[in-house]
């Protein structure tokens, strides 16, 4: 199986979060905490009214509302996918 490149300061679990987002077929559960924490991990979340949070990686930001289900929709983590790919994350081969 591809492992995601990336920081080593990530632990495990935000390498499986990040590997479930940056192959995800539809087929993946990706829970809404665990992408947080990813997401805090290597880069910001800031958190504005009405439930809408920056979530900022590298020069890219994405402007979502906090989902109400424990998991990511599959529009939700094709932005956070094209986000991630473009700070320079990505599956090695």
Known sequence: MSAPSGPAHLD???????????QHD???????PDTLSLLDAVGSVTEHSGGKLALTVGKQTVVLEAPRQKN???PTVVQLRRMLTAAGYHLEA
């Open 72 to 74: 990511v929709d599959l």
């Open 12 to 22: 495990s679990h935000h390498r499986t979060t990040l590997r479930k987002i940056l």
């Open 26 to 32: 539809g087929g993946h559960n990706i829970e809404w």
